[in-house]
């Protein structure tokens, strides 16, 4: 437990198999690990988080991800597809789980130290939501969104709308008069939100690959300055997937 809080935070990653981009990825393998293993053995570094949960779906192309978790002794939630909102929720529900911390599957890199303190960011500020991508300062993969079940319980009774239901908290941090929001943002010099280091096409995986192959071995738990040091020192595999673009949530 946070600090002694009487309040169960969990993180829960989303993920499936049927991508439209990049089919698979979640269990594609770097430096010989699938995906969304290293995400897993990334996040139990964790100070903080009393159990981590894998959001996947009823569909049977999801069953690979089900057998990883089993592997790796960690929980996992079968709903709908498209529903994502509903699907976390009742994932978080289904471990009594107070607190969420939104990790998405597409997203191997993300450094249990960012976990730790935008845990820290949203129990000391005493918002609603804290996340450090309301304005990004760091590379796109490193993205940690936290705010409650029970905020999360009341979207879901809130709004039907698909945007909504695709994107978790889309609804939450997007209407800032009714939610308290928090930001936080990385150190001056390791601001480097133009940098992507998320998986959504063969490129991207080319780069997290060459990462993973490179950092790995010097240091297993590696976290985001040494993938900004690297990058910033070989600028050329930047370029790599540099003309990838992000899609907007608003394009479902």
Request: with cysteine; glycine share 4%; charged share 30%.
């Amino acid at each position: 437990m946070y600090r002694n809080l009487n309040k169960k935070i969990i993180a829960t990653i989303e993920a499936r198999m049927l991508s439209s981009r990049l089919p698979g990825k979640v269990l594609m393998l770097l430096a010989g690990r699938p995906a969304l293993e290293h995400l897993i053995r990334r996040l139990q570094r964790s100070k903080y988080l009393d159990e981590i949960i894998v959001a996947t779906t009823i569909n049977r192309a999801d069953n690979p991800i089900v057998e990883l978790t089993k592997r790796l002794k960690v929980k996992y939630f079968r709903g709908s597809e498209n529903d994502v909102l509903g699907r976390v929720l009742a994932a978080a529900e289904s471990v009594n789980g107070d607190i969420i911390v939104e990790i998405l599957g597409d997203c191997p890199l993300v450094d249990p130290d960012l976990v730790d303190r935008g845990i820290e960011e949203f129990f000391s500020h005493d918002v609603d939501y804290a996340s450090n991508t309301i304005k990004p300062s760091y590379p796109n993969g490193f993205d940690v969104q936290i705010f409650s079940r029970e905020i999360l319980a009341k979207v879901d009774k809130l709004t039907q709308n698909p945007i909504d239901r695709v994107h978790v908290s889309y609804y939450i941090y997007t209407h800032p008069k009714r939610y308290r929001l928090h930001n936080w943002e990385a150190e001056k010099e390791y601001q480097a939100p133009d940098l992507r280091v998320t998986l959504d096409e063969e490129a991207d995986y080319q780069l997290l690959n060459i990462i993973f192959e490179k950092l790995l071995p010097l240091n297993e738990n590696f976290g985001y300055r040494e993938v900004i040091n690297f990058l910033k020192n070989n600028p050329y595999l930047a370029k790599i997937n540099k003309y990838v673009r992000q899609k907007d949530p608003s394009e479902g």
